[in-house]
């Protein structure tokens, strides 16, 4: 079956109909084998109004919905989902090139934030504050934001819009999403079914989560729309940097999810066999496209020789290919563009003098495909291509004698998002997760910097934007926060005692 033909069968399995095919839209390939999936239309300037206006209409009914109410459709989108996850998962696997447990797990995600969803949905509280003033109450209330404008990246097609939605959705927002253009059939197909489910739920689902299809240009109309009260956008520092900045023009919310340049630390202490899977997992998994994916390594040079020699063993027998393929550990780079980024990165690093193992093209997949086998490139010190996101499987490796001096190296970079220490000393584990710690958003100790769960807040600081999605309190980004003073006398007290008589 040719992998077009797959995403048909996987739209009937999904009871969704298959999006046409239009002449001049964005051509969708497969990583996989380059060959074409499907050609779908672009939202035109009027189309993205229309939707962010049919949004702007069903937010003043939805916010009238009880939450616990919303939440009940957001726990029978969580159900389909789960009873779809094969499919589902397939689906990320053609689009994006992830192996197949990677695309089982980023559904299971999706499955993860609607159930943490619906308990928020009973779980949207507010402070009740001592006043100063004699029968007064202060209150702090949160409301809903209106639309919420959600920009995605390729990588993670369906959680990073679940993320967002199932959270919005309780929250009593209504969402316009313009997910990448390099993944939009999984964005097709998570936004049917959840409008499937609104329908048979008897919800009217006209705006309650419109879809936009289309390169920048849509998202740029998207951001600068006035109705659009919230911008919630994932990707690269570069889009984030534009987004942020048209939103702060306008005054408008945005919650930045962007790139990161993630390092572990690797001490004397550490289980080393624990390390070699745990950075295994982080640098080649998903074939180094996670913003989490781990891309510096800062080890101890009483272990550093030992640790890279059992890292080269490992790498040079990763199983590259086919994602589909049962035992695939590395599937594909999404294009070529991001093969040819990899491989300007290598040349840098080999022109600063680095050993550089690995890292060429592997012959699968014919001529319009993109593997590669994971790089390991030793330096003497950080610099030049290491202090930079490359969205790729290079492994930098660099030595360290002594513990600030590795806290320092994992702070010195533009980005903030994960970071580990494997160590089994007490004192180091607990430095590296204090403020005079590591700088990131996400500080782990003895497990790699990739693999979060959705009940803990994620995103991270510095150029990686400073947002938080998911778990915890990452709901409050999603409404506005209303302090109320509540007199329930019959005097007129003024605060902090100022007298104004008449
Ligand atoms: P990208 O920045 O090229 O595109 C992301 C999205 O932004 C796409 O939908 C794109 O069309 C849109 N876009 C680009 N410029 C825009 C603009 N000026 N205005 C509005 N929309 C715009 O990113 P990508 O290549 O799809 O993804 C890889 C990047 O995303 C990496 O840097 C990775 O670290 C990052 N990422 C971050 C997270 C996180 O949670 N921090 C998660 C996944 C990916």
């Not at 074409?36 to 949004?55: C, F, K, N, W, Y």
């Not at 090139?97 to 990677?102: L, Y």
């Not at 959705?169 to 997910?179: E, F």
């Not at 290598?346 to 680095?354: K, S």
Request: hydrophobic content about 45%; glycine content about 10%; overall charge neutral.
């Amino acid at each position: 079956m040719s992998h077009s033909t797959d995403i048909q069968t996987l739209f009937k399995t999904l009871g969704l109909p298959c999006p046409p095919d239009s002449a001049h839209g964005i051509e969708v390939r497969t990583p996989i084998d380059g060959s074409p999936l499907a050609r779908l239309a672009v939202s035109t300037d009027a189309q993205v109004g229309e939707a962010i206006a049919r949004a702007q209409t069903r937010y003043l009914s939805w916010r009238e919905v009880p939450a616990p109410k919303r939440g009940d459709l957001v726990r029978v989108f969580g159900e389909a989902v789960r009873r779809h996850k094969e499919p589902l998962g397939r689906l990320i696997s053609l689009e994006t090139g992830k192996i197949v447990q990677e695309g089982l797990g980023e559904v299971q995600e999706v499955v993860d934030i609607c159930e943490f969803a619906v308990g928020l949905s009973r779980q949207l509280y507010g402070l009740s504050i001592a006043s100063e003033r004699a029968e007064h109450k202060l209150l702090e209330t949160w409301h809903p934001l209106g639309v919420v404008g959600v920009i995605s990246a390729f990588n993670f097609p369906m959680a990073v819009f679940a993320w967002n939605a199932a959270l919005a959705l309780v929250c009593g927002n209504t969402l316009v999403w313009k997910p990448s253009e390099k993944a939009p059939l999984s964005a097709v197909a998570l936004s049917g079914l959840l409008l499937q489910t609104a329908r048979a739920q008897g919800i009217e689902a006209d705006g309650l989560a419109e879809l936009l299809l289309g390169e920048r240009g849509v998202g740029e109309a998207l951001v600068s729309h006035a109705a659009v009260k919230l911008v919630s956008a994932t990707g690269s520092t570069a889009m984030g940097r534009a987004v942020g900045v048209a939103c702060a023009a306008q005054f408008k919310r945005s919650l930045l999810e962007l790139g990161g340049n993630n390092a572990a630390i690797v001490c004397p202490s550490a289980n080393l066999e624990l390390v070699v899977r745990g950075v295994a997992f982080s640098a080649a998994g998903t074939a180094g496209q996670r913003c989490t994916s781990l891309r510096r390594l800062i080890v101890h040079r009483s272990v550093h020789a030992a640790l890279v020699a059992a890292l080269v063993r490992v790498f040079e027998r990763l199983p590259v290919g086919d994602p589909l393929a049962v035992g695939t550990l590395v599937g594909p780079l999404i294009d070529e563009r991001a093969f040819d980024a990899m491989q300007r990165a290598l040349d840098a690093a080999r022109q600063a003098g680095a050993q550089v193992h690995f890292g060429a093209r592997e012959a699968v997949g014919g001529a319009a495909a993109f593997y590669v086998r994971p790089a390991i490139v030793e330096l003497a010190n950080q610099s030049g291509p290491m202090l930079q996101e490359t969205f790729a499987p290079i492994l930098y490796v660099v030595p360290y004698d002594d513990f600030d001096e590795a806290i320092a190296i994992n702070n010195a970079v533009s980005h903030g998002l994960s970071s580990a220490v494997f160590t089994q000393d007490l004192r180091e584990a607990e430095v590296f997760t204090s403020a005079r710690g590591s700088d990131c958003g996400i500080a782990n100790v003895n497990i790699g910097t990739s693999g979060a769960e959705i009940g803990g807040a994620f995103g991270g600081e510095k150029e990686t934007g400073g947002g938080r999605e998911s778990g915890s309190d990452a709901w409050k980004a999603y409404m506005r926060r209303a302090t109320n003073t509540i007199n329930y006398g019959n005097t007129l007290p003024l605060a902090q005692g100022i007298k104004f008589e008449i």
